[in-house]
C-alpha cells in the first residue's frame, strides 16, 4: 500500500514517522522501519535530522515495515492524504525476530533511564558560570572509557554495553518503547556450531560444509560487560547456615540461590542479585568437594518443587553457592587457596556454570533469538588472603556459554586450565585462540588447544551485604531444620514438624512468624497436603508486607482443607519420628557468626585439624576424630567407624 505524506524541508525524520504510524496502524512511531532500499538492507536512523539534510526531495519514495516484534494490528492503514514523499508500507517476516519477550521488570526499568553520569562544576578548572557547561564538568555516558577507568569498573553494565551498541544508531534516552527502535537487533549471542540447512548444495554435516556453515574461529578475550554486577545477600546468616554444615563436619556444601533482581545504586545502569533463600539440594559430600548430578531427572524435579514455593514467594533461581574451605590448624585462620597464583574457580565450576547460565538465559528483546547471556551467578565461600572465610562472585562470558553449548571444552586435570575438545565426526572444532602478555611485555596470540586458562572465561562480580537489612525470610531463635542434612543429625520428619509447630498454633502471630523460614514452607509443601493453591497463600503470607493482612491471611490458610489434613497426620507422628534429640534445633549444636556481611570469620569457632570444635557447654554429642561423625554423648566409641573416643 502505497501512502502520500507532505512534509517540509527543515522538519524531521521523526515528525515523518509520527504522521506515518497511524496510516500503518503501527502501536507507536518507533515500531516503524525506514528505508530507501527496496530490499531494506540499509535503515535509516537518524531520527532527528531535517529532511532536507538526509537528501530526500518531493517525490522521492521511502519504504517501510512495521517489526514483528512490535506485534502491529493486522492491516496496514488506509490513505491519509496529500504529500510530497511516499512511503509503501508492508510488514516485517524475518523468522529471526522474537514476536514478544517477557524480560524482568528490573529490565523494564533501567531502559528508562539513560544512565548519563552528571558531574558538577570543578573550581579548579571550570571557568565558566554556574549555568555554563565545559569538558571538565559535562556529562558522561555510562559507557565512558575514562570514566570506568578512573572508578576502577573492569566490566561495564549490561545496559551500558546496550547504550554504546545503541549510540552507533543515534539512540539515547527512554528506550522503553517498541522494539527494535528503528534499527536491527543490536545483540547477537557467538554460537560456535555448525549452521543447520546450509543452502549451499552440499550435503548436510557431519557429511559436507563449506565455510557459509561452519562456525567461525574463536578469539578468547576478556568481556567487557557483565550482566549482574552485584551479589547482596538479604542477610549474612544465610551463609552462615551454610557453613554450619562444614563446620559439623568438615565437608563442603552446595547451595541454590533463590532471590530478585533489583537495580544496583552504586553502579551505572547496573543490576544486582538479591538473595533471599539457599536451598541445599540432595548432594553427596567429601573433606575437598560435592558431587552432585545435575543433570539428572531427580535433580530437576526437586527442584522444579522448590521453585513452585519459591514463585509463589514472589523469589527465583538466581545462582548458585558452594564451600571451599579447609583449616589451617591455627586458630582463626583458613587455607587461602583461590588467588592469582592458583585459581579463582575451577576448570570444572567453569563449566558447571556455563551449564547452569544456558539453562537459565537472560531474556532480552535487543537479542536476536530472545535471549542475551545469563543472569544465573556463582559464588564460592572459601579463605582470603588472611585466612578469614569470604565470599567471590562469578560469571562465565557469553564466549564460554557458546563452547559448552558447542561441546568444545572439557576440564584439566589442572584446575586452573580448560581444555579444548577433540574433533570427531560428529564435533567440529574451530580455531581457538586467545592474547597474553609475554615476559618481553608485548602481547601475543596462542593456541588455545590443547588447553588455556580459565581466567579468560571468566568475568568478575561484587558481593556484599546490606548495612540495614530487611530479608524477606526470619529464621527466628529456633529454626526449622535445613533439608538434606542427615549426616550431621539435622533431619526432617513430621515428628520434627509436630514439634516445631507446638505452641504455635493458637497464636496468628507465632504461626506467622513459622511461615518466614523458606526451608519450612518447601518441606511442607513437598509432604503433598497443601494445594497449589494452598501453596500460594502461604507464599503470600510472607511477601504480604503489610503484617495486619498477612495474618488474615494465615488464619485463612489455617481453615483451609489442605491444612486442617496436615494436622490429621501430625496428630499420628509417633515419637520415634523425632529423630535425634537435637535434630530440630541443629543450629544449637553449631558455634555461630562464623560469617559477615564483609567476609570476616570467628575461625575460633572452626573446625582444627584434628576434628571438630564443639562450643562451650555442649554435652549432647561429640565428633569422631578419625571420621568426623556426630555421636551421642554416653557412647565411648563411634556409631560410624567403630573406632574409641580417645
Not at 257 to 285: C, F, N, T
Not at 349 to 357: D, K, S, T, V
Not at 537 to 543: E, Y
Request: charged share 25%.
Amino acid at each position: 500500500m502505497t501512502h502520500r505524506i507532505e512534509m517540509e524541508p527543515q522538519e524531521s525524520l521523526t515528525l515523518l514517522l509520527k504522521r506515518l504510524a497511524p496510516l500503518m496502524k503501527a502501536p507507536t512511531p518507533d515500531a516503524i522501519l525506514l528505508t530507501n532500499d527496496p530490499g531494506g538492507h540499509k535503515i535509516i536512523a537518524e531520527f532527528e535530522k531535517s529532511i532536507a539534510s538526509l537528501g530526500l526531495k518531493h517525490g522521492d519514495m521511502l519504504y517501510a515495515k512495521i517489526a514483528e516484534s512490535a506485534r502491529p494490528s493486522e492491516e496496514p492503514g488506509s490513505g491519509f492524504g496529500n504529500a510530497s514523499i511516499q512511503v509503501s508500507a508492508s510488514k516485517d517476516d524475518g523468522t529471526s525476530r522474537p514476536s514478544f519477550v517477557k524480560q524482568d521488570a528490573v529490565d523494564y526499568e533501567l531502559e528508562k533511564d539513560d544512565g548519563i553520569i552528571k558531574r558538577k562544576r570543578d573550581p579548579a578548572f571550570c571557568k565558566h558560570g554556574a549555568n555554563a557547561m565545559c569538558d571538565y564538568c559535562s556529562s558522561l555516558d555510562p559507557y565512558d572509557k575514562e570514566y570506568l577507568a578512573k572508578e576502577n569498573i573492569k566490566h561495564m553494565s549490561f545496559f551500558a554495553y546496550l547504550r554504546q551498541v545503541l549510540s552507533q544508531y543515534k539512540i539515547s534516552g527512554d528506550i522503553s518503547g517498541s522494539m527494535p527502535r528503528n534499527v536491527p537487533l543490536p545483540l547477537d549471542n557467538p554460537d560456535y556450531r555448525v549452521k543447520p540447512n546450509c543452502k549451499n548444495g552440499h550435503p548436510a554435516w557431519p557429511e559436507g560444509i563449506c565455510s557459509k556453515c561452519q562456525p567461525p574461529a574463536i578469539s578468547l578475550q576478556q568481556q567487557t560487560f557483565r550482566v549482574i554486577d552485584n551479589v547482596e545477600f538479604a542477610t549474612p546468616e544465610l551463609v552462615n547456615d551454610l557453613l554450619s554444615f562444614w563446620r559439623k563436619s568438615s565437608c563442603q556444601r552446595f547451595g541454590l540461590l533463590y532471590g530478585h533482581y533489583s537495580r544496583a545504586a552504586d553502579m551505572p545502569l547496573g543490576i544486582k542479585a538479591v538473595v533471599e533463600a539457599i536451598y541445599e539440594p540432595k548432594q553427596s559430600w567429601e573433606t575437598d568437594g560435592v558431587k552432585i548430578a545435575v543433570e539428572s531427572i531427580e535433580f530437576e524435579e526437586e527442584v522444579k518443587r522448590v521453585d513452585a514455593v519459591a514463585e509463589a514467594c514472589g523469589i527465583r533461581l538466581i545462582g548458585m553457592i558452594f564451600t571451599d574451605v579447609e583449616s589451617t590448624g591455627e586458630a582463626d585462620k583458613v587455607v587461602y587457596s583461590r588467588h592469582a597464583n592458583s585459581y579463582f574457580l575451577t576448570a570444572l565450576e567453569c563449566r558447571l556454570a556455563a551449564y547452569m547460565q544456558c539453562k537459565h538465559r537472560n531474556p532480552s528483546r535487543w537479542a536476536n533469538g530472545g535471549h542475551f547471556g545469563s543472569k544465573f551467578v556463582t559464588c564460592c565461600v572459601s579463605g582470603d588472603e588472611e585466612g578469614i572465610i569470604g565470599i567471590r562472585a562469578w560469571q562465565v562470558s557469553n564466549s564460554a556459554m557458546a563452547m559448552q553449548e558447542a561441546d568444545l571444552i572439557v576440564p584439566s586435570n589442572a584446575p586452573s586450565k580448560m581444555c579444548v575438545q577433540e574433533a570427531t565426526k560428529t564435533r567440529y572444532v574451530p580455531d581457538v585462540i586467545y592474547t597474553y602478555v609475554n615476559e618481553y611485555k608485548r602481547k601475543v596470540s596462542a593456541n588455545a588447544k590443547p588447553a588455556f586458562p580459565v581466567e579468560y572465561l571468566l568475568v568478575a562480580l561484587t558481593q556484599g551485604s546490606p548495612l540495614d537489612p530487611h530479608p524477606l525470610f526470619s529464621r527466628g531463635n529456633k529454626p526449622f531444620p535445613i533439608e538434606n542434612r542427615d549426616h550431621v543429625h539435622q533431619t526432617q520428619t513430621l515428628g520434627i514438624l509436630k514439634r516445631h509447630l507446638e505452641g504455635a498454633q493458637t497464636s496468628p502471630e507465632a504461626l506467622r512468624q513459622v511461615f518466614m523460614d523458606f526451608h519450612f514452607l518447601v518441606y511442607v509443601s513437598s509432604l503433598g497436603f497443601l494445594s497449589q493453591e494452598e501453596v500460594k497463600l502461604a507464599g503470600h503470607i510472607v511477601r504480604e508486607p503489610d503484617v495486619g493482612v498477612s495474618l488474615r491471611l494465615v488464619n485463612t490458610l489455617v481453615e483451609s482443607g489442605g491444612w486442617q489434613t496436615l494436622l490429621l497426620a501430625l496428630q499420628e507422628a509417633s515419637a520415634s519420628d523425632l529423630g535425634d534429640a537435637g535434630a530440630g534445633s541443629a543450629m544449637e549444636h553449631i558455634t555461630e557468626a562464623g560469617f559477615s556481611g564483609t567476609g570476616g570469620a570467628d575461625s575460633s569457632q572452626r573446625p582444627s585439624a584434628g576434628g571438630i570444635e564443639q562450643g562451650e557447654g555442649d554435652q549432647q554429642s561429640w565428633a569422631c576424630r578419625h571420621c568426623t561423625f556426630v555421636n551421642s554423648a554416653g557412647q565411648d566409641s563411634c556409631d560410624m567407624c567403630a573406632l574409641p573416643r580417645d
